[in-house]
């Protein structure tokens, strides 16, 4: 397999089963079963690592020429290297215990660079906070601009302390039945969880002002939503960062990818890039295989990486999701959509920090538009700054830039054929409140992302750029199943526990341990006398 940086080495033999590691959840042992992974996001990734090192045969397909998915790292013309999506690697934690499982160190292949500051924070309506992992610091931040909240922040950071410790434990269980939630995890952390209250409203019995509220609320928008309607739950978002840090993954967000690769490869995965796999085929109502540029293969078992709405879609005929039909994803509540654009810029950019966020004067407005629909006036905006610690993300002397706008998904109806490039001059202009004023003529590259391209090109159903919504009618039970139906699996930001980096991870240990589980329990089962007649031929491959 390669990658634009270079070839990966070849696959190596994998260790007895015996020398493996373990990981915290305990895995079964496969005994070289067939798995296709349709994807090389995050979670196909991680999931095929861990199917590979139980003993199965993994082949992932994956419609793009890299891997990584939305995590991946693009190098521009001109030697400009762009995080696609991700910038904010949080909490590393799992997926280094994902690489211990699989008997890697995941420091030795990704350098993590934690942050501090680790993202500035910049109001229209005036003031800043350079928030920091540490609180003396971040107090004295805060006091800047609102000094009765200051005194607040331990005591937020405590009860977020005890809600993620409650909370840990629902991430890591599966909700494949009703009664999943009332599991003894779920009973403890009910009376933290207050499911009609908001992030917003929770944070309101901490700091009156509402900008320090938005400093611990924006995160809201990793999941595509709007801090006065997530559930109060996702307060943990913020505390996740100051408690367990913000790293910059040297290289870019993509350098983790593809060590993932490099050590599924390692593990025997075989990797098939500009593969598009067309559809998941049946055999006796259960998944027996996939077709891929008209050629039929035949697998034990199916997991599914790409986008939830649009994979289903095209590669799922409607009998086998019951829960899941056309009309209930057109119904389904989705995340916004961004705008991105990635300069590459001749010179520098002053002192502008790793992560800046520019909250709108009018935020709650703001917000608001994007959820009903339309497009914001004065948006919020995101930049990263990546060579403010990571020299290699330009060549000497140019700085790499990238902006992230929230907008709408494409339920809005805009045609961004003729909006995008206005809406690209606003932004331009916008960039001049972070200090950005000079920097038009000295762009020596430019690519922009619209929704409509998050579609058409990186295949996201209605451009929902960090999927389903995470609200409680879609959470847990409700969100589509990691065990989707029989023979397939789901992993990813559209299952359980849902999106961002490191929930995907999570996800993908959830997904890969009841895979293992069906696939040893279908050894252990008597074998059927008469065996019933396959519905379609599949070509068996010759081993
Ligand atoms: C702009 C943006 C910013 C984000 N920022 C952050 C952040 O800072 N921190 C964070 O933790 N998370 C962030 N996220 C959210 C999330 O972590 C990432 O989107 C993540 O990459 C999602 O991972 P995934 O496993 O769901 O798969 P994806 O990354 O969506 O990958 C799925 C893969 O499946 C492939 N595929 C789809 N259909 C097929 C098919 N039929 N055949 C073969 N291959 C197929 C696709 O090409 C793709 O490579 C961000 C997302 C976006 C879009």
New binding site residues.
């Given amino acids: 397999m390669k990658n634009p940086d270079g070839e990966f080495p070849l696959s190596t033999p994998r260790e007895p089963a015996a020398s493996r590691t373990g990981s915290p959840i305990k895995l079964e042992d496969a005994s070289g079963e067939r798995v296709a992974v ?7 990734l991680a999931s095929a690592m861990m199917l590979a090192r139980a003993g199965a045969k993994v082949t992932i ?4 020429g890299a891997v ?4 991946k790292t693009v190098t521009a013309p001109g030697g400009y290297k762009f995080d696609l ?6 909490y590393p934690r799992i997926l280094r215990e994902i690489f211990e499982a699989c008997g890697e160190d995941l420091d030795e292949h990704v350098v993590m660079k934690k942050l501090d500051p680790q993202y500035h924070v910049v109001f229209e309506g005036g003031g800043d906070v350079r928030a920091t992992p540490d609180i003396k610091r971040l107090a004295e931040e805060i006091a800047k601009i609102a000094p009765a909240d200051a005194a607040n922040v331990e005591r937020f950071f405590s009860d977020n302390r005890k809600k993620l410790n409650l909370f840990r434990p629902i991430l890591e269980q599966s909700f494949g039945k009703p009664t999943d939630v009332m599991s003894p995890a779920m009973l403890q952390a009910l009376p933290m969880m207050r499911p009609l209250s908001t992030v917003d409203s929770d944070l309101r019995k901490y700091f009156a002002d509402p900008r320090v509220r938005l400093t611990f609320s924006f995160q809201t928008k ?1 999941l595509g939503m709007s801090p006065f309607q997530c559930p109060s739950l996702f307060t943990i978002l913020s505390f996740l960062e100051y408690e367990h840090g913000v790293f910059h993954p040297m290289g870019g967000c993509g350098e983790v990818s593809n060590a993932m690769a490099r050590v599924a490869e390692k593990l025997g995965v075989d990797i098939r890039l500009n ?3 067309d559809q998941v085929l049946y055999e006796n109502d259960k998944a027996a295989g996939i077709e891929v540029g008209g050629k039929r293969e035949a697998f034990d078992a199916v997991v599914i ?3 939830f709405a ?2 289903a879609r ?2 799922i005929p409607e009998k086998y999701r019951p829960r899941w039909k056309n009309a209930k994803l057109d119904k389904a509540r989705i995340s916004c959509s ?1 705008f ?1 654009i990635y300069l590459g810029i001749e010179g520098g950019v002053g002192d502008l920090e790793h992560h800046t966020i520019l909250l709108s004067k009018d935020y709650e407005r703001n917000i608001r538009d994007i959820s009903e629909c339309r497009i914001p006036e004065d948006p919020s905006l995101y930049v990263q700054h990546a060579g403010h610690t990571d020299p290699s993300m330009a060549p000497e002397g140019h700085t790499s830039l990238y902006v ?1 706008v929230p907008v709408p998904n494409l339920r809005s109806k805009t045609d961004w054929k003729t909006f995008g490039p206005k809406f690209r001059d606003m932004i331009m202009k916008r960039l001049e409140k972070l200090g950005l004023t000079d920097i038009e003529s000295r762009i020596r590259y430019e690519r922009v992302i619209t929704p409509a391209d998050w579609e058409g090109e ?2 996201i159903n209605e451009a929902a ?2 999927n389903l919504s995470h609200d409680l009618g879609q959470m847990l039970y409700f969100r589509p199943h990691n065990r989707f139906g029989r023979g397939v699996y789901l ?4 299952t359980h526990p849902g ?4 929930v ?1 991870y999570e996800g993908a240990r959830i997904t890969a341990k009841l895979l293992l589980e069906d696939l040893a329990a279908k050894r252990k089962a008597p074998r059927r006398f008469f065996s019933r007649k396959p519905a379609i031929a599949i070509p068996q491959p010759q081993t």
């Fill in positions: 349709i994807g090389a996001g995050p979670g196909g397909f994956e419609r793009d990584g998915g939305r995590t999506g991700p910038t904010f690697f949080l990793y593969q598009q796999v990486n790409g986008d649009h994979a095209r590669l961004t991105m992230l990186f295949a750029t960090f992993v990813g930001g559209g999106s961002g980096l490191p995907i």
